[in-house]
């Protein structure tokens, strides 16, 4: 596609229950990261994929979090169990290293919300 | 980890001003971005400008990678220019680039 895309792009969701945001990151791009960003403050990374590892994950919170890029090119964020503080605007972002110098393309964001 | 540090928090400008925005950081850098925040939340690239002067219409930028900072420049501003302008900068540590954020400045142009 001509950008990244998340969906939903809203998600409201009750306490304790599991949800999950999908991430489709530019055409040919390895890179893929996830962040999290939440009301006035600038994001903040999540875990980052090499094709279809995860190189590092250490933005993570805590265990309830987990990603996946089984094919190296859509990413989904699952997390159980969801508390109130996990709402926030989720972000995905993609870059193509070694071209452009990695610069990172983002997505429009999925709003979490939870009741 | 690396510090990003914005001013000012806040700006307010008259339709057809110019502004400059700052961005400091503490260490070595290989990637630097400026991004603007429109209403919805769409985070937009403005520039990748790890060192060195880039230009775009009304924007341009500077960084100066020996001294650890940069600096958008707006001119003549507009009011669609208004929202959240956010710097954000990565260290390489093998291929990961994640981007660290600053808080971002909030940029209102009235008309």
């Known amino acids: 596609g001509a950008g990244v895309s998340q969906t939903p792009s809203n998600k409201v969701t009750e306490k304790g229950k599991y949800v999950e945001l999908r991430c489709d990151p530019i055409?040919?791009?390895?890179?893929l990261y996830w962040y999290r960003q939440s009301l006035g403050q600038g994001p903040e990374f999540l875990i980052y994929f090499q094709g279809t590892g995860a190189a590092d994950d250490s933005g993570l919170p805590n265990d309830r979090f987990f990603a996946v890029r089984p094919e190296g090119s859509v990413s989904t964020l699952k997390i159980q169990r969801t508390e109130r503080g996990d709402s926030a605007v989720y972000l995905c972002?993609?870059?193509?290293?070694?071209?452009?110098?990695?610069?990172?393309?983002f997505g429009p964001g999925t709003r979490l919300t939870v009741l | 980890g690396i510090q990003v540090e914005q001013s000012p928090p806040d700006l307010i400008l008259q339709e057809g001003a110019n502004s400059t925005l700052r961005c400091n950081f503490s260490d070595s850098v290989n990637n630097l971005q400026w991004f603007h925040q429109n209403p919805w939340g769409q985070l937009i690239n403005l520039f990748y400008?790890?060192?060195g002067t880039k230009q775009n219409g009304r924007l341009s930028a500077t960084t100066v990678a020996t001294e650890r900072y940069s600096l958008l420049y707006i001119s003549s501003s507009q009011t669609t220019d208004s929202g959240v302008y956010f710097c954000a900068v990565a260290t390489w540590t093998g291929a990961n680039s994640k981007l660290t954020f600053g808080k971002g400045i909030t940029l209102s142009v009235r008309p």
């Open positions: 972002a993609s870059s193509s290293p070694g071209t452009s110098g990695n610069e990172q393309f």
């Open positions: 055409s040919g791009h390895t890179a």
């Open positions: 400008i790890p060192s």
